[in-house]
């Protein structure tokens, strides 16, 4: 689909993952587990954009300072004339920090999030004439390909420490496939959350206009209209807490009633209280993230982080 000259719209979301099967595999664990991306219908997409404006979620706000702060040094260190592909893009506030600087040819959000992206990347293209938007909508977890060329050289720009979303080993794999993605000359401009005091994660993670707990139970709906699945969004509560062990926010269902759930026609029985984990958030520390670019063929690092440490943004070439 072309909708304006200058915006591209690719439709990718099932090419490479088969998704009933994996909420079905995510179900007959005895640990019952919905991954996160699941969050993401539109409505879920609009509600994370709202959690980043909650006063608790610290996230958005120090990495948004950070990249004002830096963008005339992280776009002489990025160089001109790039494709620039941005991973779980969302609304795509955090490149308007950087386009007038970097002048990209080529901007490409990927997001699972189908009428999200195409309406973030519509707005753009509107308010960034210049520029060639190229928006697709792929599941990133999958082995996927680019569905368009460009000579150009390729830099990857993942914010919001979505990182943090895969397990560690995971991510370490992700950053390899990225390099592979970008190149030699390539790069990649990473925004990762740091390990801190609980209690500020904690808070992060339960804001009091209870929008995460929204956001959460969000995914019960999505399951149902897109898997035929049967929830009660009223009969889960929402639970968030770090674990400090593994050094990471874990956020759950929890199943308010003995209750069944059925879905491609088969039967999941939760217990009273029984939990249903839908997210890891992993938080690292600065030189966690440097041996991981490290292992996965990174060479050059560059690092900027706020007064109190709380954000890092990493530019790996
Ligand atoms: C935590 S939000 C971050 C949004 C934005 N980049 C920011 O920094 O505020 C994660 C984004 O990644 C997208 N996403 C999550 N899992 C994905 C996946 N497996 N494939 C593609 N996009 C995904 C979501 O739709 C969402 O827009």
């Given at each position: 689909m072309n909708s304006a000259p200058s915006v591209f719209f690719y439709d990718r979301a099932t090419d490479v993952v088969d998704h009933t099967s994996e909420v079905l595999e995510g179900f007959r664990r005895k640990a019952k587990f919905i991954s996160p991306?699941?969050?993401?219908d539109e409505r879920g997409s609009q509600l994370f954009t709202e959690i980043t404006h909650q006063p608790e979620y610290y996230l958005t706000r120090t990495e948004t300072a950070l990249l004002q702060e830096h963008a005339g040094e992280i776009s002489d260190l990025i160089g001109e004339d790039i494709l620039l592909i941005e991973f779980g893009s969302g609304s795509s506030t955090k490149i308007r920090i950087l386009l007038e600087n970097l002048r990209p040819s080529i901007y490409a959000p990927l997001d699972i999030s189908r009428d999200y992206l195409a309406q973030a990347a519509q707005a753009l293209g509107s308010e960034y004439p210049w520029l060639e938007v190229h928006a697709t909508c792929v599941d990133?977890?999958?082995d996927f390909e680019l569905p368009f060329r460009s000579e150009q050289r390729h830099v990857s720009f993942f914010p919001g420490s979505s990182i943090g979303n895969f397990e560690r080993t995971e991510a370490e794999v992700f950053l390899k496939r990225v390099r592979q993605l970008v190149g030699e000359g390539g790069g990649l401009l990473l925004g990762v959350d740091l390990k801190k005091d609980e209690t500020v994660l904690n808070a992060a993670y339960n804001d009091r206009a209870g929008i995460t707990r929204d956001f959460n139970l969000n995914v019960l709906s999505h399951l149902n209209r897109e898997y035929g699945t049967d929830f009660n969004e009223a009969a889960f509560d929402h639970l968030a807490r770090y674990n400090p062990d593994e050094g990471c926010i874990e956020m759950f269902l929890v199943s308010r009633v003995e209750q069944t759930v059925t879905l491609a026609n088969e039967s999941f029985r939760l217990e009273e209280g029984e939990v249903i984990h839908t997210e890891n958030s992993h938080k690292y520390a600065v030189d966690e993230v440097r041996q991981m670019a490290l292992n996965a063929g990174f060479g050059s690092i560059r690092i900027w982080s706020d007064q109190d440490e709380l954000f890092a943004v990493f530019y790996l070439s």
């Open positions: 991306k699941f969050f993401y990133f977890t999958g």
